[in-house]
Nanobody, 124 residues
Framework: QVELVESGGALAQPGGSLKLSCVAS????????VAWFRQTPGQGREFVAG????????YYLDSVQGRFTISRDGPNEYTYLQMNSLKPEDTAVYYC?????????????????WGRGTQVTVSP
């Protein structure tokens, strides 16, 4: 089994920054990729950013490209999401997800392991 635990969610002002962390434990040797998704009330989960377990060639939702950066700290099993120039529409619960199949994916159905989420609120 794989366990994912997110942290770093908070209240931020528009234009501000936050850094989310996700730590993986358990059978991490089985993982090929990690991603961040977000969800607002009444909406489905939306892909935000993904990265292979190797830490190379990240990919992003168009609306966060240039503002958010996903990265990996392999030896310590951490995945980060640096969020800059935050906007009120970034407000959501952010989830870390991991997959055991090679290749990039933006589909939540292709991720087998999920954390419980961390709340990000962007408001004046």
């Amino acid at each position: 089994q794989v366990e994912l635990v997110e942290s770093g969610g908070a209240l931020a002002q528009p234009g501000g920054s936050l850094k989310l962390s996700c730590v993986a434990s358990g059978r991490t040797w089985s993982l090929y990729g990690v991603a961040w998704f977000r969800q607002t009330p009444g909406q489905g989960r939306e892909f935000v950013a993904g990265i292979p377990w190797s830490g190379h060639l990240p990919y992003y939702l168009d609306s966060v490209q240039g503002r958010f950066t996903i990265s990996r700290d392999g030896p310590n099993e951490y995945t980060y999401l640096q969020m800059n120039s935050l906007k009120p529409e970034d407000t959501a619960v952010y989830y870390c997800a991991a997959r055991t199949v090679p290749g990039p994916s933006r589909a939540q159905s292709e991720y087998q392991h999920w954390g419980r989420g961390t709340q990000v609120t962007v408001s004046p």
